[in-house]
């Protein structure tokens, strides 16, 4: 009876959260429509201040101020490519891309992605400044392609979505290291390397057992997220590598986490209910064991990436 209706839940949420992803992508459409009217309408000069009107970030002497353009591109994109990071770390760990079988398909086509159309480019630019442009076809779209993908809901295979969020992960690092070496003059290597350093405690601590989300989202953003920041390398790659840092093991096995289920609920039902609509103080510590008993059988990877979908999804 238990399991039927943890099964019944499970259902439930996905449920939900295939409608959440459809929405995603009719708010996308109603925002690019919104966007490109604006930016070719009479106020596109109002549209245009808007994307760089400066926005600061403070805290005690310590501040950074950038236009709100810049605060899209390297700090929400980053929150984007944190979830599709963990996205394609839990297929990794289990699911379509836990063989390299199965991996070899999207990782040579965003490779060939980016090599054929900078080639192409190349072979009809050969001379002069344009030459030196061979790195702007390179670049795909990927967040808009998801985001489109998930107007079609569960109409689409998931093999489709994880193709594509293989591709925008293999794309993004691609596209930060040419970036990197041909196209930025200033890499600061002290920042660079503050940058690997944090990233390291990140993977020490996932070694270590560390299993709160707050730890790795306050290294990940003000350790490696603002290092790559000041490094003069994309941040996106932050929110990548933090993500493949986040512990994708649960403390406790399946069979663990239904045994105590059930010695809990068997404990719940036999205890005397107390009149009214409250629950005596022995059923409230049941209760407080079962939640740290779900906790204990989910991971930080899935819960961290279950809590970033509604912001990611609506916001970014």
Known sequence: MLEKKTYRG????????????????????????????????????MY????????????????????????????????????????LKREILGGKLSTPQNAVLPIGAAIGGMVFPALLYFLFNTTGEASQGWGIPMATDIAFSLGILALFGKRLPIALRV?????????????????????????????????????????IGNYAGIRKTWFYAIIGIGGVWLAFFFSGIHPTIAGILTAFAI?????????????????????????????????????????????????????????LEKSLNPIVSFVV
């Open 10 to 45: 499970i259902q439930t949420v996905f449920s939900v959260t295939s409608k959440g992803l459809n929405n995603t992508g009719i708010l996308l459409l109603i925002t690019v429509i919104i966007a490109m009217v604006w930016a070719n309408s009479p106020w596109q000069e």
């Open 48 to 87: 245009r201040s808007l994307m760089k009107m400066d926005i600061s970030f403070a805290v005690g002497s310590f501040e950074i101020t950038e236009p709100l353009l810049l605060w899209i591109n390297d700090g929400l994109m980053a929150l984007f490519f944190l979830q599709v990071g963990l996205e």
């Open 163 to 203: 193709f594509l969020v293989t591709l925008a992960v293999v794309d993004d690092l691609g596209g930060v290291l040419v970036i990197a070496l041909f196209y930025t003059s200033g890499i600061s290597i002290m920042d660079l390397f503050h940058g690997l350093l944090f990233f390291g405690l990140l993977i």
């Open 247 to 303: 512990p994708g093991r649960v403390k406790i096995k399946e069979d663990t986490f239904l045994k105590r289920l059930s010695n809990l609920h068997t404990r719940f039902i036999k205890i005397k209910p107390v009149k009214g609509t409250l629950i005596s103080n022995e059923q409230l510590e049941i209760l407080e064991e079962i939640k740290n008993t779900s906790s204990e059988a989910e991971t930080p990877l899935q819960k």
